[in-house]
Every structure is written in structure tokens, then in C-alpha cells.
């Protein structure tokens, strides 16, 4: 049975997931340059290796306040429409193998500003898996509508 592996995080004591072939790195980061007149999801920007990558917030992008800027933030370093760029998120969980069967359409009780960005969900023997939509995500234009 075809399997998938995917990077899970948490944000606001939800549990996420994202492809594992679309990410390239996670990472804590101390320091950000804001972005003014930026939406409010665009939490800064940071210099990684000499490449210059964009955060998205998503505790802002599911309709929660920001986060603080200060101290160290996890990042998880996708890559969306080909370019990197770093989700702002709570805590990295760990890897999970899931079998293709077990995906399921996103639950109906899912509303508000998450659902859409959520492709689909999985039954982990501990909580229920969200798998995101990074390109949506990423989509700080739409999310400042």
C-alpha cells in the first residue's frame, strides 16, 4: 500500500502536516526584519545563507493574533511555487508515514479562515493530522482580504 511521509507541527494546539518533499529545512531563527505595510501574516524576513526568505505567521493565517517576534521561532522552510518560504509555527512534531488509504476530505467541523487551507486530514492513533495547502498558505494577498 502506498505510503506518504510528512513534516507535522503544531500551531495553537493544532496538529499539521505538509509533504515531506516540499520542505527544506526546519529551523530556529532569532532575528527577522519586519516588513512594513506588509499584511499582518507576514511575520519578517530573515537571512538564511545568504538567501533572503519571507515567514508567513500562521497562527495569524488561522485568525489568531501574532505571535511575539522575539526569541527563537521555529521555521519550517517549504518551498512554494518554487521558491522557499518559512511558515511560522509553535513546535516540530515528528514524521509521520501514513498509509494513502487512510486520507481523508477535511472535516466537516473544520471552519473559519483554517479550512481553506486544508487539503485533507489523517486518524493518528494520538490527534487528527491537518494537512495543509502550502501554497494557500503562502498566500499572505488573499489572507489581508
Not at 505510503?3 to 505538509?18: L, Y
Not at 489568531?64 to 518554487?82: D, F, K, Q
Not at 514524521?95 to 493518528?124: C, H, N, Q
Amino acid at each position: 500500500m502506498p505510503r506518504r511521509q510528512f513534516v507535522t507541527f503544531d500551531v495553537a494546539n493544532q496538529f499539521f502536516g505538509v509533504p515531506i518533499e516540499i520542505v527544506q529545512e526546519v529551523l530556529l531563527n532569532e532575528k527577522y526584519t519586519p516588513m512594513p505595510l506588509a499584511p499582518d501574516a507576514c511575520g519578517g524576513l530573515f537571512n538564511l545563507r545568504g538567501e533572503v526568505i519571507g515567514t508567513v505567521d500562521m497562527q495569524v493565517r488561522f485568525g489568531l493574533p501574532p505571535r511575539s517576534m522575539s526569541g527563537a521561532i521555529t521555521n519550517v522552510v517549504v518551498l512554494a511555487g518554487g521558491e522557499p518560504m518559512s511558515l511560522l509555527v509553535d513546535r516540530i512534531g515528528p514524521v509521520a508515514e501514513l498509509d494513502d488509504a487512510a486520507f481523508e476530505l477535511p472535516p466537516d467541523t473544520l471552519t473559519g479562515p483554517t479550512r481553506a487551507m486544508i487539503v485533507g486530514s489523517y486518524k493518528t492513533e494520538d490527534r487528527l493530522l491537518l494537512v495543509l495547502d502550502v501554497d494557500e498558505c503562502v498566500n499572505t494577498a488573499r489572507a489581508a482580504v
